[in-house]
């Protein structure tokens, strides 16, 4: 019951952008492409982050909930983030994984907004 709960109110933010892709609540703006990978993985680095804080939390409070929060937090995270690659790596570079591969190779950071 709480990780369908859990699930059903990760995946808002999902449903959000949808909406806005078919050009509701003001749409994605001049660039959509760039908007979906921004989205995606501004939600992805959220959800890792917060799924990384529960952990502590349940150590220092000892609330029981809060130890069967980390797995399905984590694979919301896991659906954003590989979401972000796959916007990126098909819609934006078309499906040229040469060319992904050879972009990340020549960064040396990862870039954060």
Sequence with gaps: MLTRLILSVSLLPYVLLNFKAFGFFGGLGANPVEAIIHETGLWGIRFLI????????????????FKKLPKPIGLVAFFYVLNHFLCYAIIDQAGDFGAVSNTHLTLPTIHLV
């Design 50 to 65: 917060f799924t990384l804080l529960i952990t502590p939390i349940y150590h220092y409070s000892k609330f029981e909930i």
